[in-house]
């Protein structure tokens, strides 16, 4: 029986060897039925390509929220650049401006004295021409403009102009003096414009 078997099969394999020739491997342009298996038909291409559509579209999108962040990054960083320097020009103001004001204080200061020594001179000059200081009534004005009756001894005008102090108001004369009873007193109200005042409202007299 075994024998019988072998005998068949070695009569079956020659059959089926010849029919696999090596032309029809090696033929050009021809194709065996396992390589047209092999290969993917036509049917599946549409899937494989719509994955590697949605792949591209992943990757665009991930490159997109990179790029979004760092947009948003950049913006952040920028404000809290700006935030900064308002603080440091914040900082600059509140100690540089009480400075300035102090400054300018000063400086009115000194020009209020240094009107108050000219009035003074010119008073003192009013006097030797005089022999009198001006009356209360007469005030400062005389020291431009003539008094009436008695304008022979008069040589002024003693000052070109009669200026107001460095707020605006008018140089107060007083004779005779509370301070200077021989004499007069002569002062600026100050910042204030009033009567006494202290600190910045302080008076500036001829007293000081």
């Known amino acids: 029986m075994k024998r019988d078997n072998l005998k068949e099969l070695s009569q079956r394999a020659p059959a089926e060897?010849?029919?696999?020739?090596?032309?029809?491997?090696?033929?050009?342009?021809?194709?065996?039925?396992e390589f047209h298996s092999a290969?993917?038909?036509?049917?599946?291409l549409p899937a494989l390509s719509s994955g590697c559509g949605s792949d591209r579209l992943q990757v665009e999108n991930l490159r997109y929220s990179r790029v979004k962040l760092c947009a948003t990054g950049a913006r952040g960083f920028t404000l809290i650049e700006i935030m900064v320097v308002v603080a440091v020009i914040g900082i600059l103001a509140a100690a540089i401006i009480p400075?300035?004001?102090?400054?300018?204080?000063?400086?009115?200061?000194?020009?209020?004295?240094?009107?108050?020594?000219?009035?003074?001179?010119?008073?003192?000059?009013?006097?030797?021409?005089?022999?009198?200081?001006?009356?209360?009534?007469?005030?400062?004005?005389?020291?431009?403009?003539?008094?009436s009756g008695d304008d022979k001894k008069?040589?002024?005008?003693?000052?070109?102009?009669?200026?107001?102090?460095?707020?605006?108001?008018?140089?107060?004369?007083?004779?005779?003096?509370?301070h200077h009873t021989a004499s007069f007193d002569l002062w600026s109200r100050g910042a204030d414009g009033a009567d006494g005042g202290e600190g910045e409202g302080a008076d500036i007299g001829n007293w000081q």
């Open 39 to 44: 290969v993917p038909q036509s049917s599946t």
């Open 17 to 33: 060897l010849s029919l696999r020739r090596p032309a029809d491997v090696l033929r050009p342009g021809h194709r065996s039925a």
């Open 154 to 178: 008069w040589r002024g005008p003693y000052i070109k102009q009669l200026r107001p102090d460095p707020w605006g108001n008018s140089y107060q004369y007083r004779y005779p003096g509370v």
């Open 99 to 147: 400075q300035f004001m102090t400054t300018k204080h000063d400086a009115r200061v000194s020009a209020a004295k240094g009107h108050i020594a000219e009035l003074e001179a010119a008073l003192e000059r009013f006097n030797v021409h005089m022999d009198r200081y001006p009356t209360a009534d007469e005030g400062l004005k005389v020291l431009v403009d003539a008094p």
